[in-house]
C-alpha cells in the first residue's frame, strides 16, 4: 500500500510540475507573441491627397509606413504627379511597415490606339470604345441602307482614322446609317435609376443625352450615385433614333421615396 501510496504521490507531483511549465511556457509564448506583432499598437493613415509622391514618402517613412504607386490617371483639372487616391483610406488603423497604395494623377494624358470600328454594330462599338476609355459622345444618323451600322467615327468634328492615337477619355461621336429612312424607338424609363444605369439605358436604345440637370441636393462627392427623377420626354410616346434625353438627378431622400408610387404603377 505504501508503494502504491508513494507512486501516486509521485505521479501527481511531476502532473503539477508538467502543468506549471505549460503555464508557463505558454504565457511566455503570449508575451512574445504580443510584443513580436505590437498587438494594440497602431498608426493613423494620413491623408495623402494632393501630395506629390516624394511628399507622400516623406510624411509616411518618419510614420513608418511604406507607399507604392499602383495606377494613374489623367486630369488636367488636378496638379500633375498629384495623389487622388490611396488605400487604406485617411483615418484607417494599421500597423508600422503597412504599404499605402496610391493613384497619382500623370504629368501628362496617355493615348490609346483607336480600333478599326468602321461597319461594326453599334453596340460592339459602345463596349469597345467604353473598354479603351473612351467618353462617348453624339449619336447621328447618315443615309446608308445599312441600319445602326457605324459609318464613321468623329473627335472633335474630324473623322477618326483605325490605329491613330488619341488622348485616353477623348470624347468620340459615332455616326449610324439610317437605312433610308426614320425610325421611331420607345424611351426607355429611367426613373429611379443610377446616373450612369439611366446612361446606358439610353444609350443603348439609340438616343443622345441631353442636359443631365441636378437639384439642390448634388455635390461632386454623391453625383456618381445620383438617382433619376425626371426625365424629358417621359415614356408616353415613341421618339426618332438619335433623338435627345433630358436627366434630372437628385440625392434628395424624400424626392428617391416619392418615386415608389410611379415604380409600382410601371
Same mark, same amino acid.
Given at each position: 500500500m505504501k508503494k502504491t501510496s508513494a507512486k501516486f504521490n509521485f505521479f501527481l507531483l511531476n502532473l503539477l510540475v508538467a502543468l506549471i511549465l505549460i503555464c508557463g511556457i505558454s504565457t511566455y509564448v503570449l508575451y512574445w507573441l504580443d510584443d513580436y506583432t505590437e498587438h494594440g499598437t497602431f498608426i493613423t493613415v494620413p491623408s495623402l491627397q494632393d501630395f506629390t509622391q516624394e511628399e507622400a514618402l516623406t510624411i509616411t517613412t518618419q510614420m513608418g509606413l511604406k507607399i507604392q504607386v499602383i495606377d494613374s490617371l489623367y486630369d488636367d483639372h488636378i496638379k500633375p504627379g498629384a495623389i487622388v487616391e490611396q488605400y487604406p483610406t485617411p483615418g484607417?488603423?494599421?500597423?508600422?511597415?503597412?504599404?499605402?497604395?496610391?493613384?497619382?494623377? @500623370?504629368?501628362?494624358?496617355?493615348?490609346?490606339? /483607336?480600333?478599326?470600328?468602321?461597319?461594326? @454594330?453599334?453596340?460592339?462599338?459602345?463596349?469597345?470604345?467604353?473598354?479603351?476609355? /473612351?467618353?462617348?459622345?453624339?449619336?447621328?444618323?447618315?443615309?446608308?441602307? /445599312?441600319?445602326?451600322?457605324?459609318?464613321?467615327?468623329?473627335?472633335?468634328?474630324?473623322?477618326?482614322?483605325?490605329?491613330?492615337?488619341?488622348?485616353?477619355?477623348?470624347?468620340?461621336?459615332?455616326?449610324?446609317?439610317?437605312?433610308?429612312?426614320?425610325?421611331?424607338? @420607345?424611351?426607355? /424609363?429611367?426613373?429611379?435609376?443610377?446616373l450612369k444605369e439611366a446612361i446606358n439605358l439610353l444609350r443603348k436604345s439609340y438616343l443622345n443625352i441631353g442636359e443631365i440637370i441636378p437639384d439642390g441636393s448634388i455635390t461632386s462627392e454623391n453625383r456618381t450615385n445620383s438617382i433619376v427623377y425626371q426625365q424629358n420626354p417621359d415614356t408616353e410616346f415613341p421618339i426618332e433614333q438619335g433623338s435627345t434625353i433630358d436627366i434630372y438627378i437628385t440625392s434628395d431622400n424624400k424626392k428617391i421615396a416619392a418615386l415608389d408610387t410611379i415604380l409600382i404603377k410601371k
Open positions: 484607417s488603423y494599421v500597423k508600422e511597415g503597412r504599404i499605402l497604395h496610391l493613384t497619382i494623377n @500623370a504629368c501628362h494624358p496617355e493615348k490609346v490606339i /483607336f480600333p478599326n470600328l468602321k461597319n461594326a @454594330a453599334y453596340r460592339q462599338t459602345l463596349q469597345t470604345l467604353e473598354s479603351r476609355g /473612351f467618353q462617348i459622345g453624339k449619336i447621328e444618323y447618315m443615309p446608308s441602307e /445599312f441600319r445602326n451600322l457605324v459609318l464613321a467615327l468623329k473627335h472633335n468634328g474630324m473623322d477618326i482614322l483605325p490605329n491613330e492615337l488619341l488622348v485616353k477619355g477623348a470624347t468620340i461621336d459615332i455616326i449610324l446609317g439610317d437605312g433610308n429612312s426614320n425610325t421611331t424607338v @420607345a424611351v426607355p /424609363f429611367i426613373l429611379g435609376k443610377k
